[in-house]
């Protein structure tokens, strides 16, 4: 008897012991592709502009044919009503880390100036190239939980979910992160610093890692606090110019009463100009093209059946697009590695805040959303006995600050250096938080 309990003790061990293996293994993989950008940025055998050439091939090249391949082939009319959870819970996590954050704010009391930074820092993660990156390695063990189509469901799956935060990059990220009224005359000249060395090629990675080619959609109100003065009730701030119907209806020869019968209320007018200064027409991108072509060709069966498939006319041409996006995550980690080789900026925030965030984004929020998948599992809204799809749902709270967010205030020339910072410190303590979570949600996906 005492022999088959120690015997099922040891085999419960053994258990536990692979299963955490399982989890870990993942990450170390990426992490040695990290290391290795990392040593060839330190030592100088590629230099910075190699790697943003790289980040450039990952968004235009490597990262839509990954998108377009893989979702293209997994996405039907059926699955498309199934998945409506995905885009959901993005919007779910996001807003669960902005209130995470504001209670940062709260708590940690960071400088003034940097109260909605905190808010954006915490609330927005990366829901784009890490999660794909660890379900293309966590897929890459041949026994892997998720079976035989665990790459392309996972990256399915993932891909789904990014038109939805790039429409909250370019919308509510956009606009909170613009310097604050007052405190403009500080941010401006910490603005105007870092706009002169974005101009050498040695400018920080961290700017065009993600998402390059941001700067080319900078506007003259980019780096101003624009709604700050569209809204603004006092007339002293008279310099900004205002919405005049009346002149532009006078010119196309109406009347001064029709003007005035006709003429919108004032808040509607400033949300008007407030609109045509978001971004939103940047939203079509490479990979957000990639997503939609990728759900209309799923979407008609014939286009489906000509392109996709063993047989199929184009799969010469699929193959080849496959062979691309196998380059997509090896680019991903190198250029990350070129990232941190960078090491932290100097940061105002304070040690307190930076602490804080850290602790919100990567160890808080994660348990937040365990419990907000339980619910919706309680509640049958989410997909049930995939766990693939329960994994990358649990991915998006799990994961570290966007990089983006970098790139966004570089752009708006507000918290460049803090942002820089911050994301260096979570990207170097996520690989701790990662493993821990992975090897819980592993042990939560044994169970369903």
Request: include cysteine; hydrophobic fraction near 50%; glycine fraction near 6%.
């Amino acid at each position: 008897m005492a022999d088959f309990g120690r015997l099922l003790y040891e085999n419960s061990m053994n258990s536990q012991r692979e299963d955490v293996l399982s989890a870990i293994t993942p990450l170390l993989k990426l992490l040695s592709l990290t290391m290795i950008g990392l040593v060839l940025s330190r030592f100088g055998m590629i230099p910075r502009a190699t790697f943003k050439l790289l980040s450039k091939l990952v968004f235009a090249l490597f990262l839509p044919c990954l998108i377009f391949t893989d979702l293209g082939q997994s996405i039907t009319l059926q699955n498309l009503i199934q998945w409506w959870f995905i885009p959901v819970n993005v919007v779910l996590s996001t807003l669960i880390g902005c209130f995470l954050g504001y209670l940062v704010v709260l708590i940690c009391h960071p400088p003034p100036e940097f109260n909605r930074f905190t808010i954006i820092m915490t609330g927005f993660g990366n829901t784009g190239n890490l999660p794909l990156a660890i379900v293309s390695s966590v897929c890459h063990s041949p026994d892997n939980p998720f079976g035989s189509d665990c790459n392309r469901k996972g990256v399915a799956y993932v891909s789904f979910a990014q038109w939805v935060a790039v429409i909250l990059v370019y919308t509510l990220v956009y606009h909170m992160m613009e310097p604050p009224m007052e405190y403009y005359d500080i941010v401006q000249e910490s603005a105007d610093i870092e706009e002169g060395e974005s101009v050498d090629v040695s400018a920080p990675l961290l700017v065009e890692a993600e998402w390059p080619g941001f700067h080319d959609q900078e506007t003259e109100h980019s780096k101003t606090p624009f709604i700050a003065r569209v809204f603004g009730s006092i007339s002293s701030l008279s310099s900004f110019p205002d919405l005049d119907l009346r002149d532009e209806a006078i010119t196309r020869g109406n009347t001064p009463t029709s003007v005035t019968c006709f003429a919108a209320p004032r808040v509607v007018r400033k949300m008007k100009v407030v609109a045509e200064q978001t971004p939103i027409q940047h939203i079509l991108q490479p990979p957000t093209v990639a997503s939609l072509l990728a759900i209309i060709v799923g979407l008609v069966p014939h286009i489906k059946d000509f392109i996709f498939g063993i047989d199929a006319p184009l799969s010469f041409v699929t193959d080849s697009l496959e062979i691309l996006a196998g380059a997509m995550v090896p680019a991903v980690m190198l250029m990350l590695g070129g990232m941190l080789a960078e090491g932290p900026n100097e940061s105002s925030l304070g040690l307190r805040t930076t602490i804080g965030i850290i602790v919100a984004r990567l160890l808080v929020l994660p348990l937040v959303g365990i419990g907000v998948l339980a619910l919706a599992d309680k509640l049958n809204i989410i997909l049930v006995g995939d766990q693939m799809y329960l994994f990358v749902l649990f991915l998006q709270y799990t994961t570290p600050s966007a990089i983006l967010l970098g790139a966004i205030a570089s752009l708006r020339g507000y918290g460049v250096r803090e942002a820089s910072a911050l994301l260096f410190w979570q990207h170097i303590l996520a690989l701790a938080s990662l493993s821990l979570y992975i090897v819980i949600y592993f042990k939560l996906l044994s169970f369903i």
